[in-house]
């Protein structure tokens, strides 16, 4: 067998990347090039593997401009054998300065598409030789017109007050239901959004819904229409049955400003939220798996830094 050749790409190299072919095509991404023009991708974060001048592997590490964090995988492809695969992520980690966190995106329901995994196993295989564990999975869900669920007319929703009503609901609220572009907003700017959203969502106040129960605040809903696509970026719950409505009414907001299309993004393991975005006619978009070093933070930490990095290149 032809000897294997890894290494980075070098700028201008951007069509030896785009050579492979994209063994999901289904999957709605940011391409390469789009993603150097935003500066997300650069070619001294990206590797290839080839073997007789074919391409037979390519990764591709993101971090937006201006981010304090570290890059994180977000294209792995591999059309050879995860050995291969796993010699190309050492020999980048190794120029990295160590193993970084893995998105793998999947299509939605990918585990019952056969056609699918056979696709995803190689790269799979390939990270966790290199040393990278499975930590958890996250679901990009789409809401695009589909009508919403009635009201019961328990529940009334205003606009927050101001910026100390906002902090003073995050400080009650464990754990949120939807947190859509936290991996972006730790890598950027250090935020975690599930515990200061404020200071990642730096719209008006009044861009932030309160649900109420008899005049009792229930439940907080951030929406953000100018983002790159308009998404629930953050949704949390005092009472857990304000959550369908408390969805709604943040589509209904969205759709009032222009939006088309809506996207949240949920831990695949809330059974619970994903079903009830399900029943507000969101659908499933795409599954990303989250990877971490073998010596990194519990599934907690690292399922919530999961995202839509549809943003990463950006877009």
Known sequence: MTDLVIRPLVAGEENLFESMPDPLPQLRQVGYADGLAGGGYRPENTWIALRAGRVVGRAAWVLPPGAVGAPWLERFDLAAEPEAGAALLRAAHQALGGPTRYYAAMPAHWRRRPEVLAVVRAPMAAARLAGLVERGERLRCSWTGTPLPAASGRYTFRPAADVAEINA??????????????????????????????????????????????GRPVGLVGTAGQACYPLIAYLGLLDQAVRGELLAEAVGVLTAGGAREVVADVDAHRVAVVAELERTGFRQLRSRVVFEPAAGPPSGSAVAAAHGADRAGQG
Not at 170 to 179: F, K, N, T
């Open 169 to 214: 609901m995050v400080a009650r609220i464990a754990e949120p239901d939807v947190l859509t572009g936290v991996e972006v907003a730790r890598a950027v700017g250090g935020v975690d959004l599930a515990t200061d959203p404020l200071a990642w969502l730096t719209g008006p106040a009044g861009d932030w819904r309160i649900a109420l129960d008899a």
